[in-house]
């Protein structure tokens, strides 16, 4: 055997390797692009200003998805601002404090296994939790059920963002002078905010296409309402519902639906990227 077959191995080996990373990145790229291609395509047709003007219509009647937009808006708000605070002081905890302590482990283990838990169970949860006692749907249950599936994803990327921090951050703080908690603030969590709003930012876009919970929780409304006290119309809900029925408007506004969740959420990423993007230095 000569000298030069390891070397010519390993980089076939090598070949092969990138070979079958372009061809599974193509494969992703070709199935997204599939996947945009037809939802712009039917929810381009279902748009016109009575989507966002009027109320979800009875079979055969014109209407839009004004309500439930509004309420799919009212609770993510509220899901994401709990959420957020619950998430990142958890994580900042576990970063910061609890590190690799045996309760710290077990906090890591129990969100590990909230992170992966079906949606529809959390819905079912806090249907026994909220919706049985209070005898109704809601849409504070709907966002209960959506901070609890927002929150092991915050708490997971805060925590990993927090320890790439390096450790001279913090000990040239504290060498100022600074106390621990404002080292937290003023220089661990300015240092780390592009990964935590990343955090928030995939929270939000697991959250806002969500339908399972719902069904158990916020149910849905065929008015417009913006008490969150009762059943709240909801743009997965909707999406569901219309999707599956005989009607053809239906459909188009199911169809129509589907593409403002996929625009909201590449709105809101593209905005939280230019707003994070640190400065050109000259």
Do not use: H
Not at 23 to 35: P, S, Y
Not at 130 to 158: C, D, E, H, Q, W
């Amino acid at each position: 055997m000569s000298a030069g077959s390891p070397r010519l191995s390993r980089r076939a080996a090598e070949y092969a390797f990138l070979v079958f990373c372009w061809l599974a990145t193509g494969l992703a790229l070709v199935a997204l692009a599939a996947i945009l291609w037809a939802l712009f395509k039917q929810g381009v047709g279902g748009l016109n200003l009575a989507v966002f003007t009027r109320s979800t219509p009875a079979p055969g009647s014109e209407g839009g998805l004004l309500n439930a937009i509004l309420g799919s808006v009212m609770m993510c708000v509220v899901a994401m601002a709990g959420a957020v605070a619950v998430g990142v002081m958890a994580g900042t905890w576990l970063a910061e404090f609890a590190k690799d302590s045996a309760y710290g482990k077990v906090v890591r283990f129990v969100n590990d296994v909230l992170l992966s838990a079906p949606s529809i169970l959390v819905g079912l949860f806090v249907y026994e939790l909220l919706v049985r006692p209070m005898k109704g749907f809601s849409g504070y249950a709907g966002a209960a059920a959506l901070a609890l599936l927002a929150i092991p994803v915050i708490v997971r990327t805060t925590e990993d963002v927090l320890r790439l921090q390096p450790v001279a951050l913090r000990e040239a703080s504290v060498a100022l002078g600074a106390p621990v908690w404002k080292t937290i603030l003023a220089v661990v969590w300015k240092a780390a905010q592009g990964g935590m709003l990343t955090g928030a930012l995939l929270a939000f876009a697991r959250i806002s296409g969500e339908t399972a919970p719902l069904l158990f929780t916020a149910l849905n409304n065929q008015f417009l309402s913006l008490d969150l006290g009762k059943p709240t119309a909801n743009l997965p809900v909707v999406i569901f519902q219309y999707a599956l029925s005989a009607y053809d408007d239906w459909r188009r506004l199911a169809w129509a639906g589907a593409m403002l969740i996929a625009v909201a959420v590449l709105a809101v990423t593209i905005i939280a990227r230019l707003s994070t993007r640190e400065p050109k230095r000259s």
